[in-house]
């Protein structure tokens, strides 16, 4: 049966919960992109990801993949498109070695902050992130910003779950080139119809009197201290290694 992220969020049993959460994530977040080596980065994604496994179990977080879709071509990119020394020749295009640094430096501290994220997003209902963000004093333009991304990472996920669902239906992998195809078919389109999935979303909350305001005011219990400060402790030292 189809599972919205709501519905996995509301169903979700995190070790850390309520405010602390948010604020832990933050916290994490900010010691994941400034980490000074690849390990850190890789440590922070392995403590995030059991996290999510033990608050959602694994198959909500295939999720995941919709932002590293939209990682790949960029990475891709700069693979080819960095200075240095060259390593392998194709045409035109030239790996070199300073690009294979660049991508898995960008990879690793990317993966991460998605994995990180990815937590924070699966196991805590909107509601509790937009009033923790509240209380902790962000301007209201940056909470409304906030919640547009919210709904549209979650718009992106309902939306790849219904094609993906679509595509086994009018069985598009029956085979391996019938699954490459499809899989083009989705990536082409995904991006598109999120889109205007989005702008849908926007004109139904203005019709219904959004004013800048995210109507947010549920109150939770903060749970989990112990483990939080367990946490933050090993991406401290995760940084000396």
């Known amino acids: ?11 979700a049993t995190p070790a850390i919960r309520g405010p602390l959460q948010v604020y832990l994530v933050v916290l994490a977040l900010g010691l994941t992109v400034t980490a000074p080596s690849r390990l850190a980065q890789v440590i922070a994604a392995a403590v995030f990801l059991g996290l999510a496994i033990d608050a959602v179990g694994v198959r909500p977080l295939r999720w995941l993949a919709v932002p590293v879709f939209f990682l790949i071509p960029g990475l891709a990119i700069i693979l080819v498109t960095t200075p240095g020394h060259g390593l ?16 898995l430096d960008t990879l690793t501290r990317s993966g991460a902050s998605i994995i990180v994220l990815g937590f924070l997003i699966a196991s805590t209902p909107v509601s ?9 004093g962000l301007p209201s333009v940056l909470v409304e910003l906030l919640l547009y991304v919210y709904r ?6 309902v939306e790849a779950e219904r094609m993906q669902t679509a595509a086994k239906a009018r069985v598009g992998y029956s085979n391996r080139r019938a699954k490459i195809r499809t899989t083009k078919l989705i990536a082409s389109t995904l991006f598109l119809r999120t889109i ?34 367990g946490i933050l402790a090993v991406l401290l030292g995760g940084r000396f290694l």
């Open 128 to 136: 509790t992130v937009i009033a923790t963000l509240r209380r902790a």
């Open 1 to 11: 049966m189809h599972k919205t992220l709501e519905g996995v969020q509301q169903s």
């Open 196 to 229: 205007d999935r989005v702008t849908h979303l926007d004109e139904a909350m203005r019709a219904r009197g959004y004013a800048g305001k995210a109507p947010a005011t549920a109150e939770a219990e903060s749970h989990g201290y112990g483990l939080s400060i």
């Open 152 to 157: 549209a990472i979650g718009t992106v996920f």
């Open 88 to 103: 392998i020749e194709f045409g035109p295009l030239t790996i070199t070695q300073g690009g294979v640094k660049t991508v």
